[in-house]
């Protein structure tokens, strides 16, 4: 039982090209590809604990019934592949106060508490959560990583641990390569579920623009490396921007011709969405010191604040879906900037005359903050030179 939730939950989100323009029927070859007609045991294993899973969760109610709402118009546009014929698609709510979301091969999709209070009541955050989730189980991924396992199995002779894939057992001949290449291989996985989650959300009637927001802020509450090590079972969030740029643009493209007044979409207008660059720190004078932020907005109508704190003043509480955070006593550094360019760089600039303390001070992160105070991208602040 343990094994097969760790399972589900290395699929979670925090998701080569789907012909991301074609139609969902085009995709059904790929999505079928390298699993045999006759594998069953994905299903047959879902079937099994299916009711252990849904006495440790419940149904969607009372705020948290706006999801069920978006799984059924999502549902609806995977309905014409071969393999979800025969799903019944349920959302399930697990009462923990982590950030996750995880699927099974029957169709089922929980999501634990902490995610689904910071979707709240936007269709958009609900819909980029859930379409990566029905991905994985359109594309049949918990049986692609089965039969993956089995392979290298086959053809090193090493043992791999099902729901624990990062983790390689003593057999592992070479525990290095195959944790990369294992590494590799769901990560691939990852990325081509966040491409199909785009297309099935335009066709629903939610912008893509959506799950860059929903990255931002799971980046923001989970910071995490930049760079995903090789053994990494999901790609960092800025792996992600930069994998999934050609497959925003064709999602885009696709929303706007169903969707020509975004306004009257189930999702509504697009959120803002904010592109931060790594920020850089350099020293321009004996006591003087400029940090400097670039960063890209879209769909922004007016202005984002730029905040920079110290190691004293951290975020103590995030609120990531439209209240404003608190800073705990420290330092702060704040500016507002219309981000119209294609790159706006913000710069701060501080030394001995203004702010002899802050100088001193250990600056640690970097936020952008909406004009009710939430979250939408955040930075970590290299060390200030000596």
């Known amino acids: 039982m343990e094994a097969f939730v760790r399972t589900l939950r290395s699929c979670r989100l925090v998701i080569g090209y789907l012909l991301l323009a074609g139609s969902l029927q085009s995709q059904q070859s790929l999505v079928s590809q390298n699993i045999p007609s006759s594998f069953r045991l994905d299903t047959e294993t879902a079937a099994r ?9 419940e149904v969607p109610a ?4 706006v999801g069920k709402l978006v799984l059924e118009r999502l549902a609806a546009q995977a309905s014409g592949v071969q393999s979800t014929r025969h799903i019944e698609w349920q959302l ?11 699927s099974s091969p029957d169709g089922s999709i929980y999501i634990e508490r902490g995610l689904a209070d910071l979707a709240g009541g936007s269709a958009g955050l609900w819909a980029a959560i859930l379409s990566h989730e029905v991905a994985h189980v359109v594309r049949r991924d918990w049986a692609r990583r089965y039969l993956y396992r089995q392979s290298i199995e086959s053809e090193g002779g090493a043992s ?5 894939p990062g983790l390689p057992s003593s057999s592992w001949t070479d525990s290095t390569k195959a944790s990369a290449e294992l590494g590799q291989f769901c990560r691939q996985l990852e990325l081509e579920a966040d491409r199909l989650s785009l ?6 009637g939610y912008h ?3 799950v860059p927001a929903l990255h931002h802020l799971l980046h923001a509450h989970e910071p995490g490396p930049a760079n995903a090590s090789v053994s990494a079972m999901h790609p960092c969030w800025e792996e992600r921007d930069r ?8 999602a885009s493209i696709e929303f706007e011709h169903r969707w020509p007044e975004w306004y009257a979409s189930p999702g509504g207008n697009p959120p803002v969405v904010v592109f931060a660059e790594p920020p850089t720190v350099k020293r321009t004078g004996s006591k003087e010191w400029e940090i400097r932020f670039p960063l890209r907005c879209q769909n922004l109508a007016g202005a984002v604040e730029v905040l920079v704190l110290s190691d004293s003043g951290r975020v103590n509480r995030l609120q990531l879906s439209g209240q404003p955070g608190t800073i705990e006593s420290g330092r702060e550094l704040r500016q507002l900037t219309g981000c119209t360019s294609p790159i706006t760089t913000v710069t701060f600039t501080f030394g001995e005359g203004d702010a002899t303390a802050a100088s001193r001070a250990h600056w640690t992160d970097v936020y952008v903050l909406d004009a009710w105070g939430s ?8 060390k200030l030179p000596r």
Do not use: T
């Open 92 to 102: 399930r709510i697990i009462d923990d106060p982590e950030l996750n979301a995880y």
């Open 49 to 57: 604990l299916r009711p252990q899973l849904w006495a440790q969760s």
């Open 199 to 204: 297309m099935l959300m335009s066709r629903a």
């Open 208 to 210: 893509p623009d959506f």
């Open 62 to 65: 009372g705020r948290y019934a």
């Open 243 to 250: 994998q999934l740029a050609k497959a925003y643009v064709d």
């Open 375 to 382: 979250v939408l991208a955040r930075a970590d602040l290299p």
């Open 160 to 164: 791999v641990i099902l729901g624990d």
